[in-house]
């Protein structure tokens, strides 16, 4: 694949995410349970990124990730406290390319593809979890909880885990027509 068809793949597969990202956006406020209200949501929109990872590793999947990151940023056009500009965005979503490490275990097969959505997931989430605990952990009292350290994981679990399931769902679903995605010629 050339340079130009790999960058042409990867800016669709973003585009791709930020799609269905605006999509779940609206899909929120039909059903608000889909959203809490200091951020995150259940979504499908990472399944493109990790769909990058999967393919075609760890630098470019930190790219395409971080890249996303900065762009649902722009569409969630609200930013609670300037750390969370690294912590739940360029972070959580840019280090998801270290989740290639799922493919390192298992190759490139099925295995690998859930691996990647797997641990993909719990890196972002642990990310938004130190986010809750250094960022937003004043926030604990309000969900009435005393112990910032589960008032974080219990928030951000809420919507990575259940974005978690719906992806790989779905993934499986579509793993056999991903892998025949070619952008060439």
């Given at each position: 694949?050339?340079?130009?068809?790999?960058?042409?793949?990867?800016?669709?597969?973003?585009?791709?995410?930020?799609?269905?990202?605006?999509?779940?956006?609206?899909?929120?406020?039909?059903?608000?349970?889909?959203?809490?209200?200091?951020?995150?949501?259940?979504?499908?929109?990472?399944?493109?990124?990790?769909?990058?990872?999967?393919?075609?590793?760890?630098?470019?999947?930190?790219?395409?990730?971080?890249?996303?990151?900065?762009?649902?940023?722009?569409?969630?056009?609200?930013?609670?406290?300037?750390?969370?500009?690294?912590?739940?965005?360029?972070?959580?979503?840019?280090?998801?390319?270290?989740?290639?490490?799922?493919?390192?275990?298992?190759?490139?097969?099925?295995?690998?593809?859930?691996?990647?959505?797997?641990?993909?997931?719990?890196?972002r989430l642990f990310f938004h979890f130190l986010s809750g605990?250094?960022?937003?952990?004043?926030?604990?009292?309000?969900?009435?909880?005393?112990?910032?350290?589960?008032?974080?994981?219990?928030?951000?679990?809420?919507?990575?885990?259940?974005?978690?399931?719906?992806?790989?769902?779905?993934?499986?679903?579509?793993?056999?027509?991903?892998?025949?995605?070619?952008?060439?010629?």
């Amino acid at each position: 694949m050339n340079r130009t068809n790999l960058l042409t793949e990867i800016a669709v597969m973003i585009s791709f995410a930020v799609v269905l990202e605006a999509v779940f956006t609206g899909l929120s406020a039909f059903f608000p349970f889909l959203a809490l209200p200091y951020g995150g949501r259940v979504s499908l929109a990472l399944l493109p990124i990790f769909y990058v990872v999967y393919k075609h590793g760890i630098r470019l999947g930190v790219m395409a990730g971080a890249s996303y990151g900065l762009l649902n940023l722009m569409l969630d056009a609200q930013l609670w406290h300037w750390g969370s500009f690294f912590l739940d965005y360029l972070f959580a979503f840019g280090f998801i390319g270290f989740a290639y490490v799922g493919v390192l275990l298992f190759g490139k097969n099925i295995k690998g593809f859930i691996a990647v959505i797997v641990i993909g997931s719990f890196i972002r989430l642990f990310f938004h979890f130190l986010s809750g605990i250094i960022l937003f952990g004043d926030y604990a009292g309000d969900y009435g909880f005393d112990n910032v350290f589960l008032y974080s994981i219990v928030y951000n679990s809420y919507y990575v885990i259940p974005s978690m399931f719906l992806i790989l769902i779905v993934g499986l679903l579509l793993f056999e027509r991903l892998k025949k995605i070619e952008f060439s010629r």
